[in-house]
T-cell receptor, first 113, second 111 residues
Framework: EPEVTQTPSHQVTQMGQEVILRCVPI?????FYWYRQILGQKVEFLVS????????KSEIFDDQFSVERPDGSNFTLKIRSTKLEDSAMYFC???????????FGSGTQLSVL | GQNIDQPTEMTATEGAIVQINCTYQ??????LFWYQQHAGEAPTFLSY????GLEEKGRFSSFLSRSKGYSYLLLKELQMKDSASYLC????????????FGRGTSLIVHP
């Protein structure tokens, strides 16, 4: 079965540094998402992306965050200047259509020191 | 806004049946998901209910009552590998289709 892939699986960074998390959504999917999950807490929506632009974002997704689809396969999340509270598991997801189920990648565990 | 409630933790015995409930209050409703999440892993899709009633898929079934804002996930013939978090997520209507997740129910299956 096709799957969403994410790299790296773990990322450790210093506070204030920029990080880029990478995702390859399922190839025929049109909608892409980033969610995050702080340890012990619920999965929280960050942003959705369709047709090369952000379609929706949460209040978590402030000016420190950006997303990009640099080519036909990759979908990236950039955190410009990381804070301690950005430490979380970041999940990329994709869906074929807006009202269909989401397929999640295996996540990137981000640790900000 | 959206409010999704699930029990925090449940325990059950291998071979038994367990029902995990989810209640929700949302601004519009377009469907309800159940996902399974093992510790440190990604959520994996179990079911998606849009209409009222019970949907069965092997050992797992999911029920929805839209008028009551209520769903449950039923797991039969429990196995040790079913120990995981079970996430209820509601898809709203009226402009946004983004699923919002509840806090999840941690299910512990013991021998």
């Amino acid at each position: 079965e096709p799957e969403v892939t994410q790299t790296p699986s773990h990322q450790v960074t210093q506070m204030g540094q920029e990080v880029i998390l990478r995702c390859v959504p399922i190839s025929n999917h049109l909608y892409f998402y980033w969610y995050r999950q702080i340890l012990g807490q619920k999965v929280e929506f960050l942003v959705s992306f369709y047709n090369n632009e952000i379609s929706e974002k949460s209040e978590i997704f402030d000016d420190q965050f950006s997303v990009e689809r640099p080519d036909g396969s990759n979908f990236t999340l950039k955190i410009r200047s990381t804070k301690l509270e950005d430490s979380a598991m970041y999940f990329c997801a994709s869906s074929r259509q807006e009202n269909e189920k989401l397929f999640f990648g295996s996540g990137t565990q981000l640790s900000v020191l | 806004g959206q409010n999704i409630d699930q029990p925090t933790e449940m325990t059950a015995t291998e071979g038994a049946i367990v029902q995990i409930n989810c209640t929700y209050q949302t601004s519009g409703f377009n469907g309800l998901f159940w996902y399974q999440q093992h510790a440190g892993e990604a959520p994996t899709f179990l079911s998606y209910n849009v209409l009222d009633g019970l949907e069965e898929k092997g050992r797992f079934s999911s029920f929805l009552s839209r008028s009551k804002g209520y769903s449950y996930l039923l797991l039969k013939e429990l196995q040790m590998k079913d120990s995981a978090s079970y996430l209820c997520a509601v898809r709203p209507s009226g402009g946004s289709y983004i699923p919002t997740f509840g806090r999840g129910t941690s299910l512990i299956v013991h021998p």
